[in-house]
Antibody
Framework: EVQLLESGGGLVQPGGSLRLSCAAS????????MGWVRQAPGKGPEWASV????????YYADSVKGRFAISRDNSKNTVYLQMNSLRAEDTAVYYC?????????????WGQGTLVTVSS | QSALTQPRSVSGSPGQSVTISCTGT?????????VSWYQQHPGKAPKLMIY???KRPSGVPDRFSGSKSGNTGSLTISGLQAEDEADYYC???????????FGTGTKVTVL
């Protein structure tokens, strides 16, 4: 059974940093791209970042480019999202998700999400 | 890249059919056969219901079907059931720099 478990969310001040983690199990982790998708309160999902199975390719939405960094440790079956220079508009539930075919516009499994609140 | 456009809400009685539209551009929905649909209940993560326009993941009832015409994708729920009441989001491949574009969301109400 595929399981994705996010952690690391919380309350942070504007301009601060936070590192999210997502522990994966139930599939061969290094074969699949992994992404982060966020969802602000009452809004639709917004793709933030994705990383290839071997970690060699990364992509970012314009809204987070230059501030967020995605990485993965295939020995620990974990993907990370380092978030710097956080803004109020980054407040959202952040989901980790598995891409089954490699950048075809969808994710087949999602974690339960971790809430990030940016506020003073 | 802008979010894909969906109607804010649709409703139907149990047993009826409802269809949700998802309008994009030739750079996303119209350019690729990679439209997908998610169901999201309150407080839960999105669940993949349709991918690649009309394919269903294992375990998704065949009451859910997808199609596409030009720049608009559609999700049809036939034989509406109470448990189908949820928010539905479409998404599409949007090119190599924006591989995932999501829709604005549609609330489905079962009357």
């Amino acid at each position: 059974e595929v399981q994705l478990l996010e952690s690391g969310g919380g309350l942070v001040q504007p301009g601060g940093s936070l590192r999210l983690s997502c522990a994966a199990s139930g599939f061969t982790f290094n074969l699949y791209a992994m992404g982060w998708v966020r969802q602000a309160p009452g809004k639709g999902p917004e793709w933030a970042s994705v990383i290839s199975g071997d970690g060699g390719d990364t992509y970012y939405a314009d809204s987070v480019k230059g501030r967020f960094a995605i990485s993965r440790d295939n020995s620990k079956n974990t993907v990370y999202l380092q978030m710097n220079s956080l803004r109020a508009e980054d407040t959202a539930v952040y989901y980790c998700a598995k891409d089954p075919y490699g950048y075809r516009g969808y994710f087949d499994y999602w974690g339960q999400g971790t809430l990030v609140t940016v506020s003073s | 890249q802008s979010a894909l456009t969906q109607p804010r809400s649709v409703s139907g009685s149990p047993g009826q059919s409802v269809t949700i539209s998802c309008t994009g551009t030739s750079s996303d929905v119209g350019g690729y056969n990679h439209v997908s649909w998610y169901q999201q209940h309150p407080g839960k993560a999105p669940k993949l219901m349709i991918y690649d326009v009309n394919k269903r993941p294992s375990g998704v009832p065949d009451r859910f079907s997808g199609s596409k015409s030009g720049n608009t994708g559609s999700l049809t729920i036939s034989g509406l059931q109470a448990e189908d009441e949820a928010d539905y989001y479409c998404s599409s491949y949007g090119g190599s720099y924006t591989p995932y574009v999501f829709g604005t969301g549609t609330k489905v109400t079962v009357l």
